[in-house]
């Protein structure tokens, strides 16, 4: 089967660096989405890793190693409109679902 | 600048009332998907749709039916509401071209029903 697994709730202090993890379980692999969601906003889409390694876009970057099952999503000088949930994705390899971690809850405080 | 319009963001109905959930893209996106959210759970896929006219379950399609006559809409439909489906519905589209491709989400339905 598979599983994806993230913290529920993270709290960062603006202007500080938050590293929010994500642990999956496939049977096999076809990259893997970060989607940002405010409250009562639609999710959208922040990054995608299909390869090992580090992908910078600005203040945010996002980090895979499939051999560990682990991604992590970097937010460098927090700032209070980052305060949102942060869903991991996985597609399903050979099919069109994608599926979702419960997403973690970021609050960025003054 | 591509959209997924969901038609209603909040609607209250009653047990047994039957309840459709529209979803518009205007990006000629192949396939179509819906998700309930719920707190804790995150974004279940209810059913999807690969191409006009086709359908196919998701993880937890019971209670639910869906309609694909035109590319660019998506029906979803509660033949009876019961309480156990208020939730939040989005609708997503992606094109078939990558699939593993970003999708791209309406801004949600609040269903609650009493």
């Known amino acids: 089967g598979q599983n994806i697994d993230q913290p529920t709730e993270m709290t960062a202090t603006e202007g500080a660096i938050v590293q929010i993890n994500c642990t999956y379980q496939?049977?096999?692999?076809?990259?893997l989405f970060w989607y940002q969601q405010h409250a009562g906003e639609a999710p959208t889409f922040l990054s995608y890793?299909?390869?090992?390694g580090l992908e910078e876009k600005g203040r945010f970057s996002s980090f895979l190693s499939r051999s560990k099952g682990y991604s992590y999503l970097l937010l460098k000088e927090l700032q209070m409109k980052d305060s949102a949930s942060y869903l991991c994705?996985?597609?399903?390899?050979?099919?069109?679902?994608?599926?979702f971690g419960a997403g973690t809850r970021l609050f960025v405080k003054a | 600048d591509v959209k997924v319009t969901q038609s209603s963001r909040y609607l209250v109905k009653r047990t047994g009332e039957k309840v459709f959930l529209e979803c518009v893209q205007d990006?000629?996106?192949?396939?179509m998907f819906w998700y309930r959210q719920d707190p804790g759970l995150g974004l279940r896929l209810i059913y999807f749709?690969?191409?006009?006219?086709?359908?196919e379950k998701g993880d937890i399609p019971e209670g639910y039916s869906v309609s694909r006559e035109k590319k660019e809409r998506f029906s979803l439909i509660l033949e009876s509401a019961s309480t156990n489906q208020t939730s939040m519905y989005l609708c997503?589209?992606?094109?078939?071209?990558?699939?593993?491709?970003?999708?791209?989400f309406g801004e949600g339905s609040r269903l609650t029903v009493l």
């Open positions: 890793n299909v390869l090992d």
């Open positions: 990006m000629d996106h192949e396939n």
């Open positions: 749709s690969y191409d006009v006219k086709m359908k």
């Open positions: 496939t049977s096999g692999f076809n990259g």
């Open positions: 997503a589209s992606r094109t078939h071209r990558d699939p593993a491709g970003e999708l791209f």
């Open positions: 994705a996985v597609p399903h390899t050979g099919g069109f679902k994608t599926i």
